[in-house]
């Protein structure tokens, strides 16, 4: 089936440090990626996307590249801001006619300043 | 602006009682999905439409039922609250099928069964 794995525990740093956080998945054919964050109290909105190997997606400083030999989709930070506290819930849909989201655990991430 | 709004946001009731949450959304998109979130599991599918009078079950659905008369709504029943079914429930929507294409998701509904 369709799943994806997410490193485990929060992740707790300070501010203008870089941030990774580990994506693999399993699935058949060719999903398409996804990183959404969550907000405190709000609902979860896109973050960035890939919906081929090789691509980079990128928004607000976070970027991810599709890698399909490792079936991976790691998010990266170059310098962390306390207003990117939130939590990062990686993403996949298997393809063509289903857009049904498998969601890994998610990552509560925190922000020291 | 469109936009995707659920109701209640916090909701507290007792075990056997009959719940629906509302889910709306202003976007005119045919997919519409219930998600339910829990520490440690992230969000799971409960039930998912492709469009007015289409439902279908996803991995969570036991003691769930969902209903589509319309585009823009997809209410979501429990039928007989257990204290199981107290979680965080996200609706989302979705314009496309194709790859690609990003959920949009409303501000969630906290459920509490005591």
């Known amino acids: 089936g369709n799943s994806v794995t997410q490193m485990e525990g929060p992740v707790t740093l300070s501010e203008e440090a870089f941030l990774t956080i580990n994506c693999t998945y399993t699935a058949t054919g060719y999903p398409s990626l996804f990183w959404y964050v969550q907000y405190p109290g709000e609902g979860l909105q896109l973050l960035l996307k890939?919906?081929?190997?090789?691509d980079k997606g990128s928004n607000k400083g976070f970027e991810a590249t599709y890698r399909k030999e490792t079936t991976s989709f790691h998010l990266e930070k170059g310098s962390v801001q306390v207003s990117d506290s939130a939590v990062y819930f990686c993403a996949l849909t298997p393809g063509y006619g289903n857009n049904r989201l498998a969601f890994g655990k998610g990552n509560q991430v925190v922000v020291i300043p | 602006d469109a936009e995707i709004t659920q109701s209640p946001r916090h909701k507290i009731t007792e075990t056997g009682r009959q719940v629906t949450l509302a889910c709306h959304q202003t976007w005119n998109h045919n997919n519409m999905f219930w998600y339910r979130q829990d520490l440690g599991h992230g969000l799971r599918l409960i039930h998912y439409?492709?469009?007015?009078?289409?439902?279908n079950k996803g991995e969570v659905s036991d003691g769930y039922s969902v209903s589509r008369s319309n585009t823009e709504d997809l209410p979501l029943t429990l039928e007989s609250a257990a204290s199981s079914q107290t979680s965080v429930y996200f609706c989302?929507?979705?314009?496309?099928?194709?790859?690609?294409?990003?959920?949009?998701f409303g501000p969630g509904t906290r459920l509490t069964v005591t």
């Open positions: 439409s492709y469009g007015v009078q289409d439902t």
């Open positions: 890939a919906t081929k190997a090789d």
């Open positions: 989302a929507s979705s314009e496309s099928l194709d790859r690609g294409y990003e959920q949009y």
